[in-house]
Structure formats: C-alpha cells, structure tokens
T-cell receptor, first 107, second 113 residues
C-alpha cells in the first residue's frame, strides 16, 4: 500500500463545477504540500499545510491531522485549471509523493 | 526574482554520453533538491543539499549519477554514462528551509537514444 494515496486518479468536470481532490497518508507528517503540474510540465507549489485550512483565490486546501487526510477544492472551475494535482507529505526529512490526480475541465 | 533556473530545457543524447544538467536556485534559499519524473515512477527525490552540502543522496539510482553544489547559486547533476532508461524530466527545486514550500524550476527533458 502506498504511503500517500490520492483520489480520484482522473477527474473530468464541466466548467463551473466544484472540484474536490483527496489525499490520504499513512505516515506521521510535519507538513503536506499540494502542487500543480500543467500539461507543459512546469510544477507550481500551491499550498503547504501543517494544520487547518488555507485559501488562495479559488483554491482551498484543508488538512485533518487526526484522520491523516487532506483535500484540495477548486471553486468555479475553469478550463485553465486543467492540470495534474500532486499531494506530497513531509515525513522524517523525506518528501513522499502521491501519484497525482489528472483534472480536465471542459468548457 | 527569476525563480529557479534550469538548463538546458531539452537534451537529446546518445547512450553512453555524459550529460550535465544545471540549476540555479532562488537567491537566499539554503535547500536545493533534484527530482526525476517519469510516467512509470512519478516524481522521485534524487538528492538534496543544505548550504551546498549533500544531505541525503539515497534516491540517486546508481553510481552513474552524481550531483555537486560548488556554491550557493549553482548545482549540477551529472549522468555518466547515460542510458535510455535515464530518459525523464529532471526538476530542480529550492526552498528556504526543509519544511518550507519548494519552488520548482521548469525542468530539463532528457532523452537518451
């Protein structure tokens, strides 16, 4: 079993829909990262969380340390949000990566 | 700030050749990370440096891979000799601390024929 699991693996939605991507982990962590990788390949760090919730524009990230679970939400989704979203947890000086969720937003 | 700079952006080489990838971290960032991304294995941490010193190189696949950081503004990842299975996108990232957000470079897409 992978230490970091993301769901769903693939998600296709219509423009405007509310999107939720989930990340569950099985190890003790000091922080959790959400990153975005566009079709062109560039990786952008979206959030780093150790507790609670963070918001940036239409993106919201939450983490529940007790349940070892984090969610990334996108409100009013747009085709330009189409990308792979990657969850990574920091545990014992290592960064353990999820496999990513491929999101496609159709106009 | 220009962000993390990597060069070259694309490299095509033949099996057996030496390949050198370059990275300039964001000024003031004390941590530098080298990652490799493939379809099969996703993102893998190869090695990271703190203040120019290699801290963890357990992700380096084998002796053909070596990384150096001669100063705070420059790092190299070298593959010698290269093999087709080394074909991947290699990312460099930097951060101000081990638990801080990492800023990624644009990556180097390496193809070994």
């Amino acid at each position: 079993k992978n230490e970091v699991e993301q769901s769903p693996q693939n998600l296709t939605a219509q423009e405007g829909e509310f999107i939720t991507i989930n990340c569950s982990y099985s190890v003790g962590i000091s922080a959790l990262h959400w990153l975005q990788q566009h079709p062109g390949g560039g990786i952008v760090s979206l959030f780093m969380l150790s507790s609670g919730k963070k918001k940036h524009g239409r993106l919201i990230a939450t983490i529940n340390i007790q349940e070892k679970h984090s969610s990334l939400h996108i409100t009013a989704s747009h085709p330009r949000d189409s990308a792979v979203y990657i969850c990574a947890v920091r545990s014992n000086y290592q960064l353990i990566w999820g496999a990513g969720t491929k999101l496609i937003i159709k106009p | 700030d220009a962000g993390v700079i990597q060069s070259p952006r694309h490299e095509v080489t033949e099996m057996g050749q030496e390949v050198t990838l370059r990275c300039k971290p964001i000024s003031g960032h004390d941590y530098l990370f080298w990652y490799r991304q493939t379809m099969m294995r996703g993102l893998e941490l190869l090695i990271y440096f703190n203040n120019n010193v290699p801290i963890d190189d357990s992700g380096m696949p084998e002796d053909r891979f070596s990384a150096k950081m001669p100063n705070a503004s420059f790092s190299t990842l070298k593959i010698q000799p290269s093999e087709p299975r080394d074909s991947a996108v290699y990312f460099c990232a930097s951060s101000i601390g081990p638990y801080n957000e990492q800023f990624f470079g644009p990556g180097t897409r390496l193809t070994v024929l």
